[in-house]
């Protein structure tokens, strides 16, 4: 399972529940191509998602 940014960067490792939730709920050999966002009551939240792309080491304090 590898997650990658539009500059092709490995983003795997900044979101480790999504990597986890792919491979339990996804058949081996999927292919997706989307875009990730923080969903939250309201409008989804831009700057929310962004800085959940840094590694997820960095958001937990």
């Known amino acids: 399972m590898l997650l990658r940014s539009r500059q092709d960067t490995d983003m795997t490792g900044s979101f480790p529940e999504i990597r986890t939730a792919a491979l339990t ?11 990730l966002v923080v969903w939250e009551k309201g409008p989804t939240r831009v700057r929310a998602a962004a800085a959940a792309s840094r590694p997820a080491r960095d958001r937990c304090s």
């Open 25 to 35: 709920q996804l058949p081996a050999g999927t292919g997706l191509d989307g875009e």
